[in-house]
């Protein structure tokens, strides 16, 4: 697709937009999942084809959320300023960026959307776990030392995509300053 170009921007401006999505989302979770559900039946109309398992439930909730999440960095996000405006990270950074935001946004979902389960067959448990897609997945209560190695998750996601961006900025400052 031209003229999509992943950046620093792109990437703050979505984290950002992620952000208002949680609001929006749980406000509107049965709706959002019935428009999920529609989607899928049209898609099965449409191509002629039967869709079993939780695995194109969750991905089509997915797609739908990127979709609504991306029409909020449009309509909210950019217009308002919301994002880191200086370009200047290396592949590298935009890589690690992208992979603490789309992890904040599958980890966000997570949250909001537990009817709807990360597919147990297409990852694997850690994978799951990784996401905190864990409650879903048989429900099995964490004890002992898994407890702990498993506690940091919700800070991985949270803290890590500002965390990294505040790096970038401060990165990129200080390279202007020498």
Same mark, same amino acid.
């Given at each position: 697709?031209?003229?999509?170009?992943?950046?620093?921007?792109?990437?703050?401006?979505?984290?950002?937009?992620?952000?208002?999505?949680?609001?929006?989302?749980?406000?509107?979770?049965?709706?959002?999942?019935?428009?999920?559900?529609?989607?899928?039946?049209?898609?099965?109309?449409?191509? @002629?084809?039967?869709? %079993?398992?939780? =695995?194109?439930?969750?991905?089509?909730?997915? $797609? !739908?959320?990127?979709?609504?999440?991306? *029409?909020?960095?449009?309509?909210?996000?950019?217009?308002?300023?919301?994002?880191? @405006?200086?370009?200047? %990270?290396?592949? =590298?950074?935009?890589?690690?960026?992208?992979? $603490? !935001?789309?992890?904040?946004?599958?980890? *966000?979902?997570?949250?909001?959307?537990?009817?709807?389960?990360?597919?147990?067959?297409?990852?694997?448990?850690?994978?799951?776990?990784?996401?905190?897609?864990?409650?879903?997945?048989?429900?099995?209560?964490?004890?002992?030392?898994?407890?702990?190695?498993?506690?940091?998750?919700?800070?991985?996601?949270?803290?890590?995509?500002?965390?990294?961006?505040?790096?970038?900025?401060?990165?990129?400052?200080?390279?202007?300053?020498?």
């Amino acid at each position: 697709m031209p003229g999509i170009k992943v950046n620093k921007i792109i990437l703050s401006a979505f984290y950002i937009a992620t952000i208002f999505s949680f609001l929006f989302f749980q406000l509107l979770e049965p709706i959002i999942i019935n428009v999920t559900a529609w989607a899928i039946g049209l898609v099965q109309l449409a191509f @002629n084809v039967r869709f %079993a398992g939780d =695995g194109p439930l969750w991905l089509a909730l997915v $797609l !739908v959320c990127f979709i609504l999440t991306n *029409i909020i960095r449009k309509l909210i996000t950019e217009p308002l300023g919301f994002y880191v @405006n200086e370009e200047g %990270a290396t592949g =590298g950074e935009i890589v690690f960026l992208t992979i $603490l !935001v789309a992890g904040f946004f599958i980890y *966000i979902l997570n949250q909001i959307f537990i009817t709807v389960p990360m597919p147990r067959d297409w990852f694997p448990e850690w994978f799951i776990r990784s996401f905190d897609g864990w409650r879903e997945v048989g429900g099995a209560r964490l004890t002992g030392t898994n407890r702990a190695v498993w506690a940091i998750v919700p800070w991985i996601w949270h803290i890590g995509p500002i965390g990294y961006l505040y790096y970038i900025f401060l990165k990129s400052t200080y390279t202007k300053k020498t």
